[in-house]
Nanobody
């Protein structure tokens, strides 16, 4: 399984960005797909997750501003980010969780940089 993230960039505070992550390979039986972010000098944290059943979960800091969605045909997960703040700056990573017996359940994309200027 490979994940390719895109859509990051530089935006002014209050602006919007849409991140995309296309997953290739066999994802049958996957549990969830998500977006995580890592600010400089900080640990990686969950931003938003969508389960195979379509349920969503958001970090408190992004709730109401970010929306995660999934295209089942293209195996792509999106993160629509509105009302961006300087503290949203960081590298955004997508992941997918697929229960496996002999290897890690989690696959990660390469990350895309989001920079919000105040």
């Amino acid at each position: 399984v490979q994940l390719q993230a895109s859509g990051g960039g530089l935006v002014q505070a209050g602006g919007s960005l849409r991140l995309s992550c296309t997953v290739s390979g066999n994802i049958s039986g996957f549990k969830s797909m998500g977006w995580y972010r890592q600010a400089p000098g900080k640990q990686r944290e969950m931003a938003a997750v969508i389960t195979s059943g379509g349920s969503t979960n958001y970090a408190g800091s992004v709730k109401g501003r970010f929306t995660i969605s999934r295209d089942n045909v293209d195996n792509t997960v999106y993160l629509q980010m509105n009302s961006l703040k300087a503290e949203d700056t960081g590298v955004y990573y997508c992941n997918i969780i697929i229960p496996r017996i002999l290897s890690s359940d989690v696959d990660w994309g390469q990350g895309t940089q989001v920079t919000v200027s105040s």
